[in-house]
């Protein structure tokens, strides 16, 4: 009727004029346009019936759009005109002030109604879950149900929608989320668009995944004290891509995107305490400190959402984040996909609750020396317990040197959050030339470096060097090629590089060296004292060659890439200048001895064997533990538990390597003879007793 008239229309034709005049109330005189757009999840030109008379508003002026590829997508979003034309509220920005007292249910009905845009919905419905959308077609839904199981963290799957459901009954009522968020990302092969809503799409080959979302935690932590700094900046939180991968499954994969929040130290346990009970908005921080673990430019500046300045104290703290999904599904290549505009949730009606009682509160510990950033590690109260046991063990003092007052409480554990985190290549050296005939090698230091050896290869390290004085290069051969032929290194893809080091180095080229290795590491290895003389604990000079190896841990401890860890037993040897004025008291001649090489971890021990035994002990009760577990894999895949005998050293495996090294011409360092003991102490049943005794710890 009216201006024009058709004898016909095509059905799809009418589907488009009732969803136009269900929306801007179109009166029964029309006219006809030409226009493309999309109907059914594909795009026809088609007839759009518009008012020209009788309205107290203009018409609304769709845009003329050249025809475009069956394949493309024109985007159908009204601009702020449009909408203004059509009868629209034009939208205004609003604050997490304007919805204070408001349920979520109002909230989503000012977006529905487009009267409400906002920055983010950060903030809003305090109490109330918010989640993440991601919508793709039904063929890929079992791919991606599967995705967001191999990645917990990133993705905790609240609820799926069956194929064309745009409700989501368990988390909201009256939904429909193709228009109750603030905005929609949208992308067709190569073309995002951002959307007020999606109203013009035929959803019945979709299916709706509801992720949660680190929003849900935020009202939590508020109570607790905790200052959210992009609230107080009034901005969206930091979204970042991350260069670690995601499990893939089938077409998905990519980066694991994460949030970032500046919070201070002091809370930092607060924070764990309260966010890992929270599983449906990513539980426990993936990481805290350090942004270069993750992969990140240090600079922290977002890809998604926006930048925030920190607080004097602060910290970064990353949580896994949906938009993780949302990457996934665009670099995926699959046709079509709808999800969110990161920052802009789905406010649901459910409230948030904690899953789980607090059975323990977990340890933050702060695991860094001042020459790295901060970073801080996840680990339970029992394994925490665990390691202090076994550095009491290690610390036994036997021989009464007096090796109690050079311990450095919690070294242990923190060396062993440092392996754990960081192992991909990793130098070992020990050697102290202390006997007065040829090969003049101890028992003591090698296999206490072998235990540390097979145990950073168990985490993974691709390679080991293994670093020996040029005199003693042919009993190192000899043991290490035993331990091949034993199988001690078979299970492992890493492998064992023994080398030596050319004295002649310049400075220049030792930094070269050094800083091919995440951490230097140092078994029972002679340090020179204050005025450059190697000494035995008598506080006479060596007598014999030793290869400067300590130059290279002086080096690394001028860089701010290589960590060093040092075992020793009496004051002497590389690492113990961190406790030289404990030396010097406590330890006879000590003055004399006492070693110039410090380095970050030390740990002090009554056989240096010992030391290595209990490190390499402690990074296997690490790989048990599902809180450190956890923040290793940055919440992705499972906690998979370890092999102990992988990690652990035998009573057997240590008396083979012992009985090989008095095969090859090494000594007891003390009666100075060869003979099946180390210390002066015999194998069986002193060290065959400490052995059993730190495995026992940590098969509690």
């Known amino acids: 009727r009216g201006h024009r008239r058709r004898a016909s229309l095509p059905i799809h034709v009418i589907h488009i004029f009732m969803i136009v005049h269900g929306l801007i109330g179109i009166p029964s005189n029309f006219v006809v346009v030409r226009s493309h757009v999309p109907v059914a999840c594909n795009v026809v030109e088609t007839t759009i019936l518009l008012c020209p008379t009788r309205v107290s508003h203009p018409p609304l002026a769709m845009p003329s759009l050249a025809p475009v590829h069956q394949d493309s997508y024109p985007t159908p979003r009204?601009?702020?005109?449009?909408?203004?034309?059509?009868?629209?509220?034009?939208?205004?920005?609003?604050?997490?002030?304007?919805?204070?007292g408001m349920d979520p249910k109002e909230v989503r009905k000012k977006f529905r109604s487009l009267e409400w845009k906002v920055m983010s919905t950060s903030g809003f419905c305090p109490g109330h879950e918010q989640c993440n959308l991601s919508m793709m077609e039904s063929r890929f839904a079992d791919d991606f149900d599967e995705f967001c199981q191999q990645n917990p963290s990133a993705l905790p799957l609240l609820f799926r929608g069956s194929e064309g459901q745009v409700t989501a009954p368990p988390l909201a009522k009256d939904s429909d989320v193709t228009r109750d968020l603030s905005s929609y990302r949208y992308r067709q092969d190569s073309i995002t668009k951002n959307l007020d809503h999606l109203q013009f799409f035929n959803f019945s080959k979709m299916v709706a995944f509801y992720l949660g979302c680190s929003f849900s935690a935020e009202y939590m932590l508020q109570q607790a004290g905790?200052?959210?700094?992009?609230?107080?900046?009034?901005?969206?939180?930091?979204?970042?891509?991350?260069?670690?991968?995601?499990?893939q499954v089938g077409p998905f994969g990519g980066p694991l995107v994460v949030t970032m929040r500046h919070m201070p130290e002091g809370l930092l346990h607060k924070v764990v305490s309260i966010t890992r009970r929270l599983p449906r908005a990513h539980g426990a921080p993936v990481h805290i400190g350090d942004p270069s673990y993750l992969k990140l430019d240090p600079s922290l500046v977002a890809d998604f959402g926006s930048s925030t300045r920190a607080e004097e104290g602060d910290v970064p703290v990353f949580w896994a984040c949906g938009v993780?999904?949302?990457?996934?599904?665009?670099?995926?290549?699959?046709?079509?996909?709808?999800s969110h505009t990161p920052g802009h949730m789905f406010?649901?009606?459910?409230?948030?609750?904690?899953?789980?009682?607090?059975s323990y509160e977990i340890e933050v510990v702060k695991f860094t020396t001042a020459r790295f950033p901060a970073f801080f590690g996840l680990v339970s109260p029992d394994v925490c317990h665990q390691i202090e046991q076994l550095d009491d063990l290690a610390a036994a003092d036997p021989g009464c040197r007096g090796v109690e007052h050079l311990r450095v409480k919690g070294d242990l554990l923190k060396a062993a959050l440092s392996l754990s985190f960081k192992h991909t290549s990793v130098a070992v050296t020990c050697?102290?030339?202390c006997c007065p005939d040829p090969p003049h090698s101890e028992t003591d230091g090698v296999p206490g470096a072998l235990a540390v050896v097979r145990a950073v290869l168990a985490l993974g390290a691709t390679r080991v060097a293994w670093i020996m004085d040029k005199n003693a290069a042919e009993e190192n051969l000899k043991v290490l090629d035993y331990c091949r032929e034993q199988g001690h290194f078979k299970p492992f893809d890493g492998e064992v590089c023994p080398m030596t080091?050319?004295?002649?180095?310049?400075?220049?080229?030792?930094?070269?060296?050094?800083?091919?290795?995440?951490?230097?590491?140092?078994?029972?290895?002679?340090?020179?004292?204050?005025?450059?003389?190697?000494?035995?604990?008598?506080g006479g000079d060596l007598g014999k060659p030793v290869d400067p190896v300590d130059r290279w841990f002086q080096v690394a401890l001028r860089?701010?890439?290589?960590?060093?860890?040092?075992v020793g037993d009496g004051g002497n040897e590389v690492g113990m200048e961190k406790v030289y004025d404990q030396v010097v008291e406590h330890i006879p001649c000590g003055e004399t001895i006492a070693s110039s090489v410090s380095c970050d971890y030390l740990i002090s021990s009554g056989v240096s064997n010992w030391g290595g035994y209990a490190l390499a002990a402690s990074l296997y009760a690490l790989q048990t533990?599902?809180?450190?577990?956890?923040?290793?894999?940055?919440?992705?895949?499972?906690?998979?538990?370890?092999?102990?005998?992988?990690?652990?050293?035998s009573v057997d495996m240590e008396f083979g390597i012992l009985e090989q090294m008095n095969t090859a011409g090494c000594s007891d360092g003390r009666i100075p003879e060869q003979a099946m003991s180390v210390d002066g102490m015999k194998f069986d049943p002193c060290h065959a007793d400490a052995i059993r005794a730190m495995r026992a710890v940590v098969s509690q």
């Open 431 to 433: 050697g102290f030339p």
């Open 78 to 100: 009204l601009t702020s005109e449009q909408i203004e034309a059509a009868g629209f509220p034009k939208p205004t920005l609003r604050t997490v002030d304007d919805a204070n």
């Open 347 to 358: 406010l649901c009606d459910s409230p948030v609750v904690y899953e789980m009682e607090p």
């Open 559 to 566: 860089s701010n890439k290589t960590a060093v860890i040092c």
């Open 625 to 649: 533990c599902p809180d450190h577990s956890y923040n290793k894999r940055c919440g992705l895949g499972k906690h998979v538990p370890p092999q102990p005998d992988l990690y652990l050293p």
């Open 324 to 338: 993780t999904g949302i990457v996934a599904i665009e670099q995926s290549g699959i046709p079509l996909t709808f």
């Open 226 to 247: 905790v200052p959210l700094r992009h609230l107080e900046q009034k901005v969206n939180v930091t979204m970042l891509k991350t260069g670690v991968g995601t499990r």
């Open 501 to 538: 080091i050319q004295p002649e180095q310049t400075e220049e080229e030792v930094a070269g060296e050094v800083a091919r290795f995440d951490h230097l590491i140092a078994v029972e290895r002679a340090a020179p004292n204050k005025d450059g003389r190697y000494c035995t604990m008598k």
